[in-house]
C-alpha cells in the first residue's frame, strides 16, 4: 500500500496505528521504557503492535515484556499471548502456550522427551448451527523427566468436555483438530506435573476464566436445647462502655473479648497453678 492511499485510509476506531506505542498513566518517556523492558526500540514497537496489542498504558505493556524476559521466552515467536480469553468484557491475560512451556521444560536439562497421544472414550462436541461431531473424550500424554538423578514419567491427562472453549471464534481450532488440540492439552498438563518449579504461576490457553464466587449466605445457628450461650456468660449490660462484668466477676473489653481484670480467687488459682508447673519442671 503506498503512502498516500495509506493516508486517504480512514484510522480503525480503537486500534492503534502500526508501530505506535500506548499511552503513558504515570509520564513514562519511552527511554525509561525501553530501560526497563530491556528490549531495543523496534522490538519495542512490533511487540506494540502484534503479541502485546491488548495492553492499554506504556506501563502495562512493559510489565508484560519484564515478565516474559524473565521467564526466558520469545514474544515475537508467540511463545506466549496476551488476549482477552474470557470474552469481550474480560481484561486481557498473559498464557504460556505449548511451544513456551516445551523451551521452558528444554531448558532445564532434565526433560526427557513425551509419548504418543493415547485418546479414550468419544463425545459430542456442540458445533454451531450443526449436527455435534464425534471427538475423543479423553487423552493421555506421558512426559519423561529426570527427578533427583532417576527417570521418572508423569501423565497428563486432559478431557475434551473440560478443554473445548466451546461454539465461539476461540474454540475454531479445537473444531478443526480436536484430536490435536486435546493432545495439547493433556501435554501441557504432563509438562507442569513434570516440571512444577520452573512453571509455577503459569496460566493456561485451556485454562477457564474464573467465575466469581456467589455471595456468602449468612446463617444464624440457633443453640441446642442446654447450650449455654454468649449471653449465658456476658449478663446484660450497659454495651456503651468498654468493659462489662460477667457472670464470674471478670472485667472483660466489650471489643475484644480479653479479660483484663480477673477475680481475685482466680488470679490465686492461676498463679499456684503457675507455681505448681514450674517446681515440677525443674
Same mark, same amino acid.
Given at each position: 500500500m503506498t503512502d498516500s492511499r495509506l493516508a486517504r485510509r480512514p484510522p480503525t476506531p480503537g486500534i492503534r496505528p502500526f508501530g505506535s506505542l500506548p499511552p503513558s498513566g504515570t509520564g513514562m518517556d519511552a527511554a525509561r521504557a525501553l530501560e526497563l523492558a530491556g528490549v531495543d526500540a523496534t522490538e519495542l514497537a512490533l511487540l506494540a503492535s502484534t503479541t502485546f496489542k491488548e !495492553?492499554?498504558?506504556?506501563?502495562?505493556? &512493559?510489565?508484560?515484556? #519484564?515478565?516474559t524476559r524473565r521467564r526466558g521466552l520469545d514474544a515475537l515467536s508467540k511463545q506466549v499471548y496476551y488476549e482477552r480469553f474470557g470474552g469481550?468484557?474480560?481484561?486481557?491475560?498473559?498464557? =504460556?502456550?505449548? *511451544?513456551?512451556? @516445551?523451551?521452558? #521444560? !528444554? @531448558?532445564?536439562?532434565? !526433560?526427557?522427551?513425551?509419548?504418543?497421544? @493415547?485418546?479414550s472414550g468419544?463425545? *459430542?462436541?456442540p &458445533?454451531?448451527?450443526?449436527?455435534?461431531? =464425534? &471427538?475423543?473424550?479423553k487423552c493421555v500424554v506421558t512426559v519423561y523427566a529426570i527427578n533427583q538423578g532417576r527417570p521418572c514419567a508423569y501423565d497428563g491427562v486432559a478431557w475434551m468436555s473440560e478443554s473445548y472453549p466451546g461454539t465461539s471464534a476461540r474454540g475454531r481450532m479445537w473444531r478443526l483438530r480436536p484430536r490435536g488440540m486435546l493432545a495439547i492439552a493433556a501435554e501441557r498438563q504432563a509438562l507442569r506435573s513434570a516440571f512444577p518449579a520452573e512453571t509455577s504461576g503459569i496460566a493456561d490457553l485451556d485454562e477457564p476464566e474464573a467465575e466469581p464466587a456467589p455471595p456468602a449466605? =449468612? &446463617?444464624?445457628?440457633?443453640? @441446642? #436445647?442446654?447450650?449455654?450461650?454468649y449471653d449465658d456468660y456476658f449478663p446484660e449490660e450497659d454495651w456503651s462502655k468498654p468493659t462489662v462484668t460477667n457472670a464470674a466477676g471478670d472485667t472483660v473489653d466489650v471489643g475484644t473479648g480479653e479479660v483484663l481484670k480477673p477475680t481475685r480467687e482466680r488470679e490465686v488459682g492461676d498463679r499456684e497453678r503457675a507455681e505448681t508447673m514450674t517446681q515440677g519442671s525443674l
Amino acid at each position: 500500500m503506498t503512502d498516500s492511499r495509506l493516508a486517504r485510509r480512514p484510522p480503525t476506531p480503537g486500534i492503534r496505528p502500526f508501530g505506535s506505542l500506548p499511552p503513558s498513566g504515570t509520564g513514562m518517556d519511552a527511554a525509561r521504557a525501553l530501560e526497563l523492558a530491556g528490549v531495543d526500540a523496534t522490538e519495542l514497537a512490533l511487540l506494540a503492535s502484534t503479541t502485546f496489542k491488548e !495492553a492499554q498504558t506504556l506501563e502495562e505493556l &512493559v510489565t508484560i515484556i #519484564a515478565t516474559t524476559r524473565r521467564r526466558g521466552l520469545d514474544a515475537l515467536s508467540k511463545q506466549v499471548y496476551y488476549e482477552r480469553f474470557g470474552g469481550a468484557e474480560s481484561g486481557p491475560s498473559l498464557h =504460556v502456550a505449548i *511451544d513456551g512451556l @516445551r523451551v521452558i #521444560a !528444554a @531448558r532445564t536439562g532434565r !526433560a526427557g522427551g513425551k509419548s504418543e497421544p @493415547r485418546f479414550s472414550g468419544s463425545w *459430542d462436541m456442540p &458445533v454451531e448451527g450443526g449436527k455435534p461431531k =464425534v &471427538v475423543p473424550e479423553k487423552c493421555v500424554v506421558t512426559v519423561y523427566a529426570i527427578n533427583q538423578g532417576r527417570p521418572c514419567a508423569y501423565d497428563g491427562v486432559a478431557w475434551m468436555s473440560e478443554s473445548y472453549p466451546g461454539t465461539s471464534a476461540r474454540g475454531r481450532m479445537w473444531r478443526l483438530r480436536p484430536r490435536g488440540m486435546l493432545a495439547i492439552a493433556a501435554e501441557r498438563q504432563a509438562l507442569r506435573s513434570a516440571f512444577p518449579a520452573e512453571t509455577s504461576g503459569i496460566a493456561d490457553l485451556d485454562e477457564p476464566e474464573a467465575e466469581p464466587a456467589p455471595p456468602a449466605r =449468612v &446463617v444464624e445457628q440457633m443453640p @441446642r #436445647a442446654g447450650q449455654r450461650t454468649y449471653d449465658d456468660y456476658f449478663p446484660e449490660e450497659d454495651w456503651s462502655k468498654p468493659t462489662v462484668t460477667n457472670a464470674a466477676g471478670d472485667t472483660v473489653d466489650v471489643g475484644t473479648g480479653e479479660v483484663l481484670k480477673p477475680t481475685r480467687e482466680r488470679e490465686v488459682g492461676d498463679r499456684e497453678r503457675a507455681e505448681t508447673m514450674t517446681q515440677g519442671s525443674l
